[in-house]
């Protein structure tokens, strides 16, 4: 035996040069499959070469605006599983006449993602015939497409696979179908910017994986469904641009992972109502240029994650609260401009750690502007208060404030006159003409406090133009 052993082991190596190695077979498509993807994007690019160019497209010839995967046969094959088309390919663009190549997209039976971008320019319409309940798709964006026309295919709602669907500023018209309902693992709707009109319909209450809903820059009517409140993981709501009526829901406020309301734009009125202060997580809160006309909530200062605050154009009436802005530590933008506030300006609006936007602008608010110079000087132009002719600030403050904000310095007082002289040490209290100040105090419309003003004014006046000289001068 061991004889023999030595013998084949002999043989063995005197002949294993002559052996050659066995690569694995390459792994190919299936013949349909590789067809129907070059007629895809024979549809849609401007490049008629592509399928010389890429013979072997999910291996030795990438592209890559396509992605593939190893399907679970015994022989394994290569299965398109992603077609993306945008502006961050540009090689090759989209031919003039793009069209949605239908019969070619069902031969891809394994596409999970189909996102194409600003390629549909002449008009093409999306063919109910695309979407059946075969369908492995989980992503479908169709976005800037301003030749994308009609109506949304009530057979979208078959794709019971389906997570993201964006059909967002493209042209499409009319209502939103109820079969979108059957959409079960939808995550994302987006349907902003299109012409799509009639209320947000019921149906899309069986939602239920919701996370992102975008319909805005539409021309949807009725109320706001108080459905979305019963959709427990929406983080974004943005309504905007449309012509909603009626109050906002109380049952929004149940939203405990909300980040983002935006209902701007509307016909919304008021009153906001206080079942908001549940949106624990939320940081961008927008009502803007609604017929809100109410006072401004409370509660918000509640909402200590507020990052973005706009009520402006909301016809909002009564004085901006005095207290507890200081819990909104993380609040960067705060835009209250063009209601009926009126009263004066908290100081503790300067004590926002992060605020980098105010806008109080075209109001009716009034009094001296005691926001601390460092905060006024820390914002810059980015601080309005304009339009609000009540308003003054202390003669301490620089004028180069004086002038950016548009304000001017407050007027003393005759009491608070006699005060500073006190202060700055003059000993009685008895003007240069010897006449006791008391006597100036009973009559405010002597002669001496008129020219007074008029002496503080013309200083003021040329202070103003010899500053602005100066910054003519160095420009």
């Not at 919701?210 to 993981?233: A, C, E, R, V």
């Not at 100081?347 to 460092?374: A, D």
């Not at 301490?396 to 202060?423: D, F, H, M, R």
């Amino acid at each position: 035996m061991a004889s023999l052993f030595l013998l084949i082991l002999g043989l063995l190596l005197t002949t294993s040069d002559g052996f050659e190695e066995v690569e694995p077979p390459l792994m190919e498509m299936e013949q349909q499959e590789l067809s129907g993807l070059y007629e895809v994007l024979n549809s849609l690019l401007d490049d008629q070469d592509w399928a010389q160019m890429h013979p072997q497209p999910c291996s030795e010839t990438p592209w890559p605006g396509l992605q593939c995967e190893v399907g679970q046969e015994n022989l394994p094959l290569f299965h398109v599983t992603k077609i993306h088309i945008g502006l961050d390919i540009t090689n090759p663009p989209c031919k003039p006449f793009a069209k949605i190549p239908t019969k070619a997209l069902l031969k891809l039976p394994y596409l999970k993602t189909l996102s194409i971008f600003n390629c549909f320019i002449s008009p093409v319409y999306l063919p109910s015939s695309l979407f059946t309940s075969s369908s492995s798709l989980e992503h479908l964006t169709l976005k800037s497409n301003p030749g994308l026309q009609g109506t949304i295919p009530p057979t979208l709602g078959q794709i019971t696979s389906l997570r993201v669907l964006s059909l967002s500023q493209n042209g499409l018209q009319g209502q939103i179908p109820k079969e979108l309902n059957g959409l079960v693992s939808l995550e994302q709707l987006d349907l902003s910017y299109n012409n799509l009109t009639g209320q947000i319909p019921q149906h899309l209450q069986g939602l239920r994986n919701l996370l992102i809903l975008d319909l805005s820059y539409n021309f949807f009517k009725g109320k706001i469904p108080s459905f979305l409140g019963q959709i427990p993981f929406l983080q974004k709501i943005d309504l905007s641009y449309n012509m909603l009526e009626g109050i906002i829901p109380k049952s929004l406020g149940k939203l405990k992972r909300l980040v983002l309301l935006d209902l701007s734009h509307n016909l919304i009125n008021g009153p906001i109502p206080e079942a908001l202060s549940g949106l624990e997580e939320l940081e961008c809160l927008m009502i803007e240029g609604n017929p809100i006309q109410t006072e401004l909530p409370i509660f918000i200062t509640a909402l200590n994650k507020l990052t973005v605050i706009r009520f402006s154009g909301c016809e909002l009436f009564g004085p901006i609260p005095t207290k507890s802005w200081s819990n909104l530590k993380n609040l960067k933008s705060l835009y209250l401009d063009g209601n009926n506030l009126n009263g004066t300006i908290p100081s503790e609006l300067g004590t926002m750690p992060n605020l980098c936007q105010m806008n109080l602008s075209q109001n009716r608010l009034s009094g001296e502007v005691i926001l601390k110079e460092e905060f006024i000087n820390r914002i810059g132009n980015r601080l309005d208060v304009s339009g609000n002719d009540g308003l003054c600030i202390k003669k301490s403050v620089s004028i180069s404030i004086s002038i950016s904000l548009e304000i001017p310095y407050c007027v003393e007082t005759n009491a608070e006159v006699l005060k500073n002289k006190g202060n700055n040490g003059s000993g009685s209290l008895v003007d240069q003409t010897g006449e006791d100040s008391s006597t100036l105090k009973k009559t405010p419309s002597s002669s001496s406090s008129r020219v007074y003003h008029l002496h503080q004014n013309l200083i003021i006046s040329l202070t103003t133009f010899l500053f602005i000289s100066v910054m003519f001068l160095v420009v």
